[in-house]
């Protein structure tokens, strides 16, 4: 699994699009921190918190065009058969390039440590700053992208055509991070608001925000990456059905 996970990584690395998406993702963060109208300069608060609340909706797109070359592409040029028949399960395969898109957004992730670096030397006093939540946040973000990514290697699975994968994918990511926050307001549902929104991921992220890691929170997004992770795994041992 470790040659499957290398592999992965330095295909994207190695294409124009791995290096346009991370730097895409930097760029615009970068420009939301430090240059749009409201920025931290602007403000004079020394604080992520836009990092963290446009993040989310960057990863929308970023990892879905991570992950949709993944199987897509193995299935397009027929070497999905070819890897179906080397000496590994169909899990190992799927966790294999499962933690090759997660370690591929963390790479994009690391470079965002320069922000926290810049707030925390900008503060007056010196990194008189939220660290707890800083790090929660970072956390959650974490979390957030990984289950973005079994959803993504979830869409790639299911067709031999990329755009179409990322296309599911982003539809995919957006109604669980967003969909059942809307659907709980509506007020026909009344009693059910807050269970509703607990099956979405935003109550989750927002709740690791705050600086407080609950491990229902962190069970919830390990559950929720295994479900994507197993019906991805079951598309697989379809075709052999």
């Known amino acids: 699994m470790r040659a499957l996970i290398h592999k992965e990584?330095?295909?994207?690395?190695?294409?124009?699009?791995?290096?346009?998406?991370?730097?895409v993702f930097?760029?615009?963060?970068?420009?939301?921190?430090?240059?749009f109208p409201g920025n931290i300069l602007d403000?004079?608060?020394?604080?992520?918190?836009?990092?963290?609340?446009?993040?989310?909706w960057v990863f929308l797109f970023l990892v879905p065009a991570v992950t949709m070359r993944s199987f897509s592409e193995e299935?397009?040029?027929?070497?999905?058969?070819?890897?179906?028949?080397k000496p590994i399960t169909e899990l190992r395969?799927?966790?294999?390039?499962?933690?090759?898109?997660?370690?591929l957004v963390l790479l994009a992730l690391v470079p965002t440590l320069v922000y926290w670096?810049?707030?925390?030397?900008?503060?007056?006093?010196a990194w008189n700053i939220d660290n707890g939540g800083i790090r929660g946040s970072y956390l959650g973000l974490f979390f957030l992208a990984s289950s973005f990514a079994a959803m993504g290697i979830f869409a790639s699975s299911l067709t031999d055509s990329q755009i179409v994968a990322f296309l599911i994918a982003v539809l995919l990511c957006f109604l669980v991070y967003v969909g059942f926050?809307?659907?709980?307001?509506?007020?026909?549902?009344?009693?059910?608001?807050?269970?509703?929104?607990?099956?979405?991921?935003?109550?989750?992220?927002?709740?690791?925000?705050?600086?407080?890691?609950?491990?229902?929170?962190?069970?919830?997004?390990?559950?929720?990456?295994?479900?994507?992770?197993?019906?991805?795994?079951?598309?697989?041992?379809s075709r052999t059905w």
């Open 9 to 23: 990584i330095q295909a994207f690395l190695g294409s124009l699009i791995g290096h346009l998406v991370i730097g």
């Open 26 to 35: 930097l760029l615009l963060t970068g420009l939301f921190l430090w240059v």
């Open 43 to 56: 403000t004079g608060y020394a604080d992520l918190g836009t990092l963290f609340y446009i993040a989310p």
């Open 75 to 85: 299935r397009r040029t027929g070497t999905i058969e070819l890897l179906l028949t």
């Open 93 to 103: 395969l799927v966790l294999g390039k499962y933690f090759a898109a997660v370690l």
């Open 117 to 125: 670096y810049s707030i925390g030397n900008l503060a007056v006093p």
């Open 181 to 237: 926050d809307l659907v709980a307001d509506f007020s026909a549902f009344g009693a059910w608001e807050g269970p509703l929104k607990n099956l979405g991921i935003q109550q989750h992220y927002t709740s690791m925000s705050r600086g407080v890691v609950d491990l229902r929170d962190v069970l919830y997004f390990i559950g929720l990456d295994a479900i994507f992770i197993m019906a991805t795994r079951t598309v697989l041992q």
